[in-house]
């Protein structure tokens, strides 16, 4: 079966630090991968998404960074974090199958102070 | 892609059915309504899928109307454990590249003892 991990779980980091997130999928080959962001009692929005290695779409101008290095491997990076990055960070996967089903991991809460 | 309008929050009592409409007024004829539930800090879960009239699972059912522009999210017999927030969204079911899911705030549930 398919499993995704995201760690760190929870990040406590001062502004102007760098960021690094990972997630990674087990269990399929090829998926598309995304990053959402969700404010605090907010919906979620879509930050990077990829359909293979090296291939990474963004979708919300901002000093975030995403890199795909390996097939099941989805990076969220920052050279510099701000206020407004603090959020609960989500990766997701998802196969050529049902497009609008998607399978997201536990998160990663991140506290920019 | 088609914008969706829900209500923002619900409060509901144990063992009751819980409805939530959500309204998709653009829906594209290639269009499928997809319902996700969030949990409080894990990411959202995929519930139910339909196109038109009724689909039900373990977890939901689903009901459209002939003409498409609105569906309802039922919740039968709920408990406290149903306390999340739903997210209606719509988009095609099959693409070739990355699909782009488009979370609003949601509806809030709140089921009560």
């Known amino acids: 079966s398919q499993t995704i991990h995201q760690w760190p779980a929870t990040l406590v980091q001062p502004v102007g630090s760098p960021l690094s997130l990972e997630c990674t999928v087990e269990?399929?080959?090829?998926?598309?991968l995304y990053w959402y962001r969700q404010a605090a009692g907010r919906g979620l929005q879509l930050l990077f998404y990829s359909v293979g290695i090296g291939q990474i779409s963004s979708e919300v101008p901002q000093n975030l960074s995403a890199s795909r290095p390996q097939d099941r491997q989805f990076i969220l990076s920052s050279k510099k974090l701000l206020l407004s990055d603090s959020g609960f960070y989500l990766c997701?996967?998802?196969?050529?199958?049902?497009?609008?089903?998607?399978?997201f991991g536990p998160g990663t809460r991140l506290t920019v102070l | 892609l088609a914008k969706t309008t829900q209500p923002i929050s619900m409060d509901s009592y144990e063992g009751q059915e819980v409805n939530i409409t959500c309204s998709h007024n653009n829906i594209a004829t290639n269009d499928y309504i997809t319902w996700y539930q969030q949990f409080p800090s894990q990411g959202p879960r995929f519930i139910i899928q339909g196109y038109k009239t009724k689909v039900t699972n373990e977890v939901a059912s689903l009901f459209i109307p002939a003409d498409r522009k609105s569906s309802t999210l039922s919740l039968p017999r709920v408990s406290l454990s149903d306390t999340a927030v739903y997210y209606c969204l719509v988009g095609v079911k099959i693409k070739a590249a990355g699909n782009k899911l488009t979370f609003g705030g949601g509806t809030r549930v709140l089921v009560k003892p």
């Open positions: 997701a996967w998802r196969t050529s199958g049902n497009y609008n089903e998607q399978f």
């Open positions: 269990g399929t080959s090829n998926p598309n």
